[in-house]
């Protein structure tokens, strides 16, 4: 589970999606990663710079009265505050863009049970309450869904088939 919620664990599979947009839309890929990268620093953005420091929430391995109670793995207990989960923002909100963007390709909606195991994760490493992980993916959700709408307004063809 702690190597499930590393960040750079997942850089092959990243790499993999940009080589399958690539491949299949070359003259949209550009467009297509500018959105997704906006879904992503939006949603951990609006979770790591707002929703933390404004709720001020204690995570569950820094909760004095769960000390000793929380299972804690190789001693990490993440930052202070833990609402809502910037992991499950950024996942979900990549889940969420791919799904829109690729209505009609059913490969990329696994993205969503990768996105669920990394929260998961999270829980499991003690830095993040269950509904920590529902904000941060409704969270990253609605940005991907707000980018797609912004794009398609400003005339861009961003639903791919």
Aim: hydrophobic letters at 45%; a positive charge.
């Amino acid at each position: 589970m702690f190597a499930l919620s590393r960040s750079d664990i997942w850089l092959p599979l990243y790499c993999v999606l940009v080589i399958l947009i690539f491949l299949k839309y070359r003259h949209k890929t550009l467009r297509t990663l500018i959105l997704i990268c906006l879904v992503i620093v939006s949603a951990d953005s609006f979770t790591s710079r707002v929703l933390k420091p404004y709720c001020k929430r204690l995570r569950p391995s820094h909760e004095p009265s769960l000390k000793g109670k929380v299972h804690i793995v190789y001693d990490y207990k993440g930052g202070l505050y833990g609402m809502a989960s910037s992991h499950a923002a950024n996942t979900f909100g990549l889940a969420m863009a791919m799904y829109l963007l690729f209505p009609k390709q059913r490969r990329y909606r696994w993205l969503f049970l990768w996105a669920s195991v990394v929260s998961y994760s999270r829980i499991y490493l003690g830095v993040h309450y269950p509904l920590d992980i529902l904000v941060g993916a409704g969270v990253g959700t609605s940005f991907a869904w707000l980018w797609v709408k912004l794009f398609q307004k400003a005339g861009f063809k961003v639903e791919h088939s």
